[in-house]
Each structure stands twice: as C-alpha cells, then as structure tokens.
C-alpha cells in the first residue's frame, strides 16, 4: 500500500511555473509507476504525465509537452511536475497517482491503484 499527498499548488498568472509534489508513503516507492492526472471544473479526469519505476519512461499528453516536466527521486519517496508556460486551460485540481503492477508509464486512469487527495492549480489569464 502506498498513501499520496500533494502540494504546490496555487494561484499563478499565465506564462508562470508552478512545481507539484507528490509525497508517498511505504518502503517499495521504487516499484511503482507514477502519473499526475488533472480534472478541470465541468470536464472528465484527464491524463497529464507518467513516469516508469527508474524514471527511464516518461509520457505525456500532447497539450503538456514542452511544457511540464515530470520525475521521481525514489530516495525521498517523492514524484514532482514542473509546469512551465501555464496556460488558463491548464487550471484544474491536480491528481498524483500510484501502480504497482505495470512498468509502462500508462495513461490509462484504470491502471493505477493508488490517488492522493488533490491539489488546485488555477492560472489566470
């Protein structure tokens, strides 16, 4: 089992950075794929980024590339997303999330087992 808690988030103009962390929980961190999910007002959960167990893999959504950045550091049990050049559309309630079966940094919300409790991020234009 692992618990997720969020932070960093905030209230932040366009063209401005925010960096998210995800704080975990339990031992075998490095076993675990993570991702960052977000769901705007009105609109489904969306995928955001993943990364693989070592780091090695990393996805995102088109709409995030060059933009976010996301990594782990399996020492400090932590994952992070730096987002860069934040658009309005990019406010939501910001989600990290945690599996332990698979390797592949999914985008699929239905692989991951585990979800921290959310943090808002809102950019105004």
């Known amino acids: 089992q692992v618990q997720l808690v969020e932070s960093g988030g905030g209230l932040v103009q366009a063209g401005g950075s925010l960096r998210l962390s995800c704080a975990a929980s339990?031992?075998?961190?490095?076993?675990?794929?993570l991702a960052w999910f977000r769901r705007a007002p009105g609109k489904e959960r969306e995928f955001v980024a993943a990364?693989?167990?070592?780091?090695?893999?990393?996805n995102y959504v088109d709409s995030v590339k060059d933009r976010f950045t996301i990594s782990r550091d399996n020492a400090k049990n932590a994952v992070y997303l730096q987002m860069n050049s934040l658009k309005p559309e990019d406010t939501a309630v910001y989600y990290c999330?945690?599996?332990?079966?698979?390797?592949?940094?999914?985008?699929?919300?239905?692989?991951?087992?585990?979800w921290g409790q959310g943090t808002q991020v809102t950019v105004s234009s």
């Open positions: 990364i693989s167990r070592n780091g090695g893999y990393r």
């Open positions: 999330a945690a599996d332990g079966d698979s390797n592949s940094a999914s985008s699929n919300e239905w692989v991951y087992d585990y």
């Open positions: 339990g031992r075998t961190f490095s076993t675990y794929q």
